[in-house]
């Protein structure tokens, strides 16, 4: 995971709020863990849970995998209020991915041709 997914996860861990004030979208995250791990807080702000560490590891019990991306996010420096900077630090390189993930299959495209 990137620097500013996990701080906006801790963020987000600090206060709930973040999760549904950010505009992040679980897809925005450059892996599948910090996916997972934002999709999980969505999913208990969604159902009245609280979210904080402890929901959050129940809720990925089954993804070693996130729980172990989590525990680096932890160790994490950051501040909920910069939580918008990191959102918009996770978008904007959200979006450099599917520029250079469009100009690759271009290139591939136009060379099979």
């Not at 918009?88 to 250079?100: G, K, L, M, P, T």
Request: glycine content about 6%.
């Amino acid at each position: 995971m990137e620097q500013s997914e996990r701080a906006l996860i801790l963020s987000a861990l600090m206060d709930s709020q973040v999760i549904t004030t950010a505009t992040v979208r679980p897809e925005h995250f450059s892996c599948e863990r910090g996916a997972a791990i934002w999709q999980a807080m969505i999913g208990l702000i969604a159902s009245g849970s609280p979210v904080d560490g402890v929901t959050l590891q129940n809720a990925l019990r089954s993804d070693p995998l996130s729980l172990e991306a989590l525990g680096h996010a932890m160790g994490e420096s950051a501040s909920p209020a910069n939580a918008h900077a990191y959102a918009e630090q996770i978008i904007d390189a959200s979006r450099r991915r599917e520029v250079y993930r469009i100009a690759k299959d271009t290139a591939q495209s136009s060379k099979s041709e």
